[in-house]
């Protein structure tokens, strides 16, 4: 069983930054695949970024701009959000299995999501 806590989300204007954390429990951290999906209103969860042992995908849209990182020994995953756009606005989701997909229905253990908000 794995439990996922999210935080650093909040208000931000357009063109600044945000670092989204997702702390994990377990002694088995180092051996899940992580990855963030977001859901804005209306809309479809969807892939944001996912990293795992063998490396590291973000979604095409937001390459460039988002940066995925982990430390094991804190059992913490990590979202870099820079040049915010008021279309990154959603609720912003950590997710855990074993084998990462950018599949929202592939991931088992979920957090409870943090908001985020980009003003214009």
């Known amino acids: 069983q794995v439990q996922l806590v999210e935080s650093g989300g909040g208000l931000v204007q357009a063109g600044g930054s945000l670092r989204l954390s997702c702390a994990a429990s377990?002694?088995?951290?180092?051996?899940?695949?992580m990855a963030w999906f977001r859901q804005a209103p209306g809309k479809e969860r969807e892939f944001v970024a996912g990293i795992s042992r063998n490396g590291n995908i973000v979604s095409d849209s937001m390459k460039g701009r988002f940066t995925i990182s982990r430390d094991n020994a804190k059992n913490t995953v990590y979202l870099q959000m820079n040049s915010l756009k008021p279309e990154d606005t959603a609720v912003y989701s950590c997710?855990?299995?074993?084998?990462?997909?950018?599949?929202?229905?592939?991931?088992?253990?979920w957090g409870q999501g943090t908001q985020v908000t980009v003003s214009s």
């Open positions: 997710a855990a299995d074993r084998r990462m997909s950018t599949d929202r229905n592939e991931y088992h253990y």
């Open positions: 377990g002694r088995t951290f180092s051996t899940y695949a």
